[in-house]
C-alpha cells in the first residue's frame, strides 16, 4: 500500500469506529473503555447557514455539484458567495447551474454586490464581493 492508501484506510477507520482508551491497573491488566466516537458530520461555522457556498479556487463544476447536493437535501434557497477574482468563477457556476441542469428551473433571485476592505492599516484594500442569492422553482 502507498501512503495515501493507508492514510484513506486510517481515516475511514477513525470516522467508523469509535475511539478507545486502554486503561491500564496495578494487577497489570489492561481494560479498553469507550471515551467518545468521532463526528461523522463537521460542525457548522461561525453561524454561516448550511445553504452559502463560498466560491474559491476549485473548479467550477466543484461549487456546481454543491448546488445540486444543496437543492437534493431540501434547501429553497441557495446562496453563492465569492469576492476579487472569483466573481467571474462564481457567476459561471449559477450559469452553468440554470442552463445544463436545471434548464429552466433555477432562477435568480437576488443579487448583491459590495466591497469589503482587506489588510492591516497602511496596507488596506478593497476586494469586490458578489452574492447570488438562487432559488428553485417547480
Not at 445544463?100 to 466591497?115: P, W
Not at 476586494?127 to 432559488?135: D, G, K
Amino acid at each position: 500500500m502507498d501512503g495515501k492508501a493507508i492514510h484513506r484506510r486510517i481515516q475511514w477507520i477513525r470516522i467508523v469506529r469509535p475511539i478507545q482508551c486502554v486503561t491500564e491497573t496495578k494487577s497489570g491488566e489492561q481494560n479498553m473503555t469507550e471515551q467518545q466516537k468521532v463526528p461523522t458530520q463537521p460542525s457548522s461555522q461561525n453561524g454561516i447557514p448550511s445553504s452559502t457556498i463560498f466560491i474559491g479556487q476549485k473548479p467550477v463544476m466543484a461549487y456546481v455539484t454543491a448546488i445540486l447536493m444543496q437543492f437534493s437535501s431540501g434547501s429553497g434557497d441557495v446562496s453563492i458567495k465569492a469576492r476579487g477574482r472569483a466573481i467571474s468563477a462564481a457567476v459561471d457556476v449559477v450559469e452553468v447551474c440554470r442552463r445544463r441542469f436545471f434548464e429552466g428551473k433555477l432562477h435568480v433571485k437576488k443579487i448583491t454586490i459590495g466591497t469589503e476592505q482587506l489588510g492591516e492599516e497602511g496596507q488596506v484594500r478593497n476586494v469586490s464581493t458578489i452574492e447570488i442569492t438562487v432559488t428553485k422553482t417547480a
